[in-house]
Every structure is written in structure tokens, then in C-alpha cells.
């Protein structure tokens, strides 16, 4: 996934997170450090820009951002290598649409016999998505085909109610702006890696971050899908011990976040930056370890804190 200059956040999103302890660990050595999150902070990336490292920032609470973690996470979900993960993009969608349009959507796959999310029966090649006309709408386009197949592309807008609940999802002919400094876009490939680590981590903490609570049952859908089995175990057992969340390596959420690849090649690094504002910045870089076939998480590990 690749994106340019961050934009507006959503309204009504929480501005500030609670205190809490980040652990930059890996799964054997702990350093704590405090960090408090009151405002937004700029994002760092881990690697400098080039043609041989993709990056992606995120943003928390951001239109754009999250309407790209539902989509990145839902093509990943339906694009399985085993088979299309219905726990996963059931959870998904019960997080990220309003109920009311859940059931409406429903009714037009029904009669439609295609996946309303995509508006299709199989899975984009890759996607964007871009800010819209207004601040509550992200206009997200999708690439099908390729290779030696023609490309059919759709494009439709994304429209949030203020809580952050998608309330429609329509098609248009119209293109999105022209890509600029001023202008957000998300951009993704299916079965990129770092891709799919900037779709889970994404996913991850909008579901830790939902105003009406933490949502388990997405948060657990996720690490479900993105984890290897054994990693999984281990990253249990590992936040038994150590009191707080294994994916984050802290206890409350970042503020934005970037996730780049390697210079290896087969790990990803994802930057989180807590706090901003008034308060310190606490910057935690973790280097996320990936099955070289089937993609799973297989090692999270600390790098540094600042």
C-alpha cells in the first residue's frame, strides 16, 4: 500500500487516547516507556523513500484511513489462499457499516448476486482509495484483470456518518481528484506484503479504538487470519506475561503509523508514533516477520523506542 500527505481527521472521532505503557519488546526482553496520547503526531517512516521500499501512513481516526483498512482487510479476507475467510469479513463488516445499511446491502446482494463491498464477484488486482467531495466520503476505485487479461476498473463513493459507520456505497463515473500534495489517497495490491501488514495493523487499531468500546470479536477475526498458528500461541503467552497488547506492543493505540518494506525483502517495519500534541512523542519501531508461501505473521519484534 502507498500513500502521499495526510488529510482532515473524521469529526466526532476521539482527539485523545488514554494514557498507557508501551512495551517495545520482542517476545523475550522488555523495555517500558510511558506514553500519553493527546493529539495527533506526524508520522515517521521507518525507511527512507525509494523505488525499492514501499511505505504507507495511517492515520487514526481519518476518513480516508479507515475506509482503506475496511477495504485492504475485505480483499484479503475474500482472497484467501485457502478460501474466501466469511469469519473475518462478517467481522469486518459488522464493525465498519452502520447496521441500517448493513441489512440494505444485504438486499441488494440478494438480488444482485454479487459482493456489495466490491460491487463484483471476485477480487480487485489492486484498489485506491481517495478523499471525496466532502469530509464524511472516500471514493474508492478498483482494478480487476490484468496480465494477459483486460482491466476493467469501478469507482464508487464511500460515505461515513459522523460516528464513522458507513452509510452508503454507490458507483460513480466521476474520477477522484487528481493525485497532489493536497490530495489523501491509499493505494493497495493484492498479495503484497506490505500491503496486507498496513491492511491488519490498520484493522487492528480501529477495532481497538471503536468509540463504543474495543470490538473483540474484530480484533480476534484478524489476528485469526494475519497470524500463524504457532506464532499466534506464542504471542498469547507472551502478553499474559506482560500485560498488554502483542500486536501494538502497548496498551492504548498509536496516532498514525507508517509501514514499510525491508531492506531484506521478506520482513516489514511498522512505525507507530503515541502521543503528539502537548505531551512527549513516543515513537516504538517493530520489524514483523511473514511465511515466504502463504503470507502469516510469523514474528513481531522491537527494534527501538524513542
Do not use: C
Not at 28 to 52: E, L, W
Not at 76 to 98: E, F, Q
Not at 175 to 180: E, I, T
Request: proline share 5%; charged share 20%; no cysteine.
Amino acid at each position: 500500500m502507498s500513500s502521499n500527505t495526510h488529510a482532515r481527521r473524521r469529526p466526532g472521532r476521539r482527539a485523545a487516547l488514554a494514557a498507557g505503557l508501551v512495551l517495545a519488546v520482542g517476545l523475550g526482553v522488555a523495555t517500558q516507556v510511558t506514553a500519553q496520547a493527546t493529539g495527533p503526531a506526524p508520522a515517521k517512516t521507518s525507511a527512507k523513500a525509494s523505488t525499492a521500499v514501499r511505505s504507507v501512513n495511517g492515520f487514526n481516526g481519518e476518513v480516508v484511513t479507515q475506509v482503506a483498512d475496511f477495504y485492504g482487510a475485505y480483499v484479503d479476507a475474500k482472497n484467501d489462499s485457502a478460501a474466501p475467510d466469511a469469519a473475518l469479513a462478517g467481522a469486518l463488516r459488522a464493525h465498519y457499516l452502520a447496521p441500517a445499511f448493513a441489512e440494505r446491502l444485504k438486499a441488494w446482494e440478494k438480488k444482485n448476486k454479487v459482493d456489495g463491498v466490491l460491487r463484483a464477484q471476485n477480487v480487485p488486482m489492486d484498489w485506491t482509495v481517495s478523499e471525496g467531495a466532502t469530509g464524511l466520503e472516500a471514493v474508492v476505485t478498483l482494478t480487476f484483470g490484468g496480465g494477459e487479461s483486460p482491466t476493467t476498473t469501478t469507482r464508487f463513493v464511500v460515505k461515513q456518518e459522523p460516528t464513522g459507520d458507513i452509510i452508503d456505497i454507490r458507483t460513480t463515473n466521476s474520477a477522484p481528484a487528481k493525485a497532489s500534495t493536497a490530495v489523501r489517497s491509499v493505494s493497495g495490491r493484492t498479495g503484497d506484503s506490505v500491503t496486507r501488514v498496513a491492511d491488519f495493523y490498520g484493522a487492528y487499531v480501529d477495532a481497538k479504538d471503536d468509540p463504543k468500546g474495543p470490538d473483540a470479536a474484530l480484533a480476534g477475526a484478524l489476528r485469526a487470519h494475519y497470524l500463524a498458528p504457532a506464532f499466534a500461541e506464542r504471542l498469547k503467552a507472551w502478553e499474559k506475561k506482560n500485560k498488554v497488547d502483542g500486536v501494538l506492543r502497548a496498551q492504548n493505540v498509536p496516532m498514525d503509523w507508517t509501514v514499510s518494506g525491508s531492506r531484506n525483502g521478506r520482513d516489514v517495519v511498522v512505525t507507530h508514533n503515541f502521543g503528539g500534541g502537548e505531551a512527549p512523542t513516543v515513537r516504538t519501531d517493530l520489524v514483523v516477520g511473514l511465511e515466504p508461501v502463504f503470507g502469516g505473521v510469523t514474528d513481531i519484534r522491537s527494534t527501538s523506542t524513542r
